[in-house]
Structure formats: C-alpha cells, structure tokens
C-alpha cells in the first residue's frame, strides 16, 4: 500500500474538504492535512500506483458527490 501527498484545487475548496475529510473506501484511505483559500493537501493510502490514486480520487469526488460535475477543481500527486 502506498502513501501519497495529493494537491486539490478550487475556488470551492471547502466542498472537496468536507467529502475528502477521513474519506474511506476499498481502494484508498485519505485524511486532510493543510487547507488554504483554495488548495488542500490530503494524505492518502492507496492500493494502486500515483497516477492511479490521483485518476481515482477525481474521478471518485465527480462520481460521488452531488457537487462533483458541477465544481471545477484539479488533482495532483505531490
């Protein structure tokens, strides 16, 4: 299993923050370490490869949150 630092971006960073906060699921494991106005870090514990993880992340937020099509944001591994 493999850790990684992931960077989110937007200009609605709290929306992203409430979903990721101790985010869990098969597949991942995250916890919310630094927010700003507009970007977040999350550690996160991942079965799968970096750019996996980050696929995964983006695509869980669009697929699982009533805000995910609708808010422009962006992940990245750090």
């Known amino acids: 299993m493999g850790k990684y630092n992931v960077e989110l971006n937007s200009a609605q960073i709290k929306h992203l923050n409430d979903f990721f906060k101790d985010y869990q699921d098969e597949h991942v494991k995250c916890e919310l370490v630094e927010t700003t106005k507009i970007k977040s870090m999350l ?6 490869d970096a750019a996996a993880t980050e696929a995964y992340i983006k695509n869980t937020f669009k697929s699982k949150s009533q805000y995910g099509m609708a808010i422009y944001y962006s992940v990245h591994i750090r």
């Open 43 to 48: 550690s996160v514990e991942s079965d799968m």
